[in-house]
């Protein structure tokens, strides 16, 4: 994948987490709360953090997204181009997606340590350490109290769901992208 590319889709993450962490942020707060009142969580935070309460975790999403993103699109490419290599022609739509289930589930594990660090600091108590947005901080707290198994706490649900979403995002993606280019050549 080209350099601009890369470029393009990483100020797309950091314009995306502009809605994502709020929504986020909420909705973890949801889960582990004993109201399960979304506006009256909502409510809660902006008045007890403000609106900075909805972004925390901001930087933390963005730096888990981007690397995600570095590993996924490029180990996608790869294997579509090695599958395309093997059988001497281009791949299917749906052996693109088989590559997009690989790509997503590798890059959701190797970037898990970010993720847990993102949800520690999402769930963290106002005014903690933790909450004061220190990815490596979170991630070194993670490491004394659980070590390597803390780092990678979920990342069986989290692989699964990534590579089912590589499947349908990327198989659709390339099914749609060669259907549009194949209308291109046809009309006049």
Same mark, same amino acid.
């Given at each position: #994948?080209?350099?601009?590319?890369?470029?393009?889709?990483?100020?797309?993450?950091? +314009?995306?987490? @502009?809605?994502?962490?709020?929504?986020?942020?909420?909705?973890? /707060?949801? !889960?582990?709360?004993?109201?399960?009142?979304?506006? !009256?969580?909502?409510?809660?935070?902006?008045?007890?953090?403000?609106?900075? $309460? @909805?972004?925390? $975790?901001?930087?933390?999403?963005?730096?888990?997204?981007?690397?995600?993103?570095?590993? !996924?699109?490029?180990?996608?490419?790869? =294997?579509?181009? *090695?599958?395309?290599?093997?059988?001497?022609? +281009?791949?299917?739509?749906?052996?693109?997606? +088989?590559?997009?289930?690989?790509?997503?589930?590798?890059?959701?594990?190797? %970037? %898990?340590? *970010?993720?847990?660090?993102? %949800? /520690?600091? #999402? @769930?963290?108590?106002?005014?903690?350490?933790?909450?004061?947005?220190?990815?490596?901080?979170? &991630?070194?707290?993670?490491?004394? %109290? !659980?070590? =390597?198994?803390?780092?990678?706490?979920?990342?069986?649900?989290?692989?699964?769901?990534?590579?089912?979403?590589?499947?349908?995002? *990327? $198989?659709?993606?390339?099914?749609?992208?060669? *259907? &549009? &280019?194949? @209308?291109?050549?046809?009309?006049?």
């Amino acid at each position: #994948m080209p350099v601009k590319h890369m470029l393009a889709a990483s100020v797309g993450e950091v +314009v995306a987490c @502009l809605i994502r962490v709020p929504s986020e942020v909420v909705k973890q /707060r949801a !889960q582990v709360s004993a109201s399960s009142r979304t506006f !009256q969580i909502f409510s809660n935070i902006l008045y007890e953090e403000g609106i900075q $309460g @909805l972004y925390r $975790g901001y930087k933390s999403t963005v730096l888990r997204e981007i690397p995600f993103s570095l590993v !996924q699109f490029p180990l996608w490419e790869s =294997l579509k181009a *090695l599958w395309s290599w093997r059988q001497d022609h +281009v791949v299917d739509s749906w052996q693109s997606a +088989v590559c997009g289930a690989f790509a997503g589930g590798f890059a959701a594990v190797v %970037t %898990t340590p *970010l993720d847990v660090a993102k %949800t /520690r600091i #999402m @769930l963290a108590k106002a005014g903690s350490v933790t909450a004061s947005g220190n990815v490596l901080s979170a &991630l070194h707290g993670v490491w004394q %109290t !659980q070590g =390597l198994a803390g780092l990678f706490a979920g990342v069986f649900p989290r692989m699964a769901a990534i590579s089912l979403g590589g499947f349908i995002f *990327l $198989g659709a993606y390339d099914q749609t992208r060669s *259907l &549009l &280019l194949r @209308l291109g050549r046809e009309s006049p």
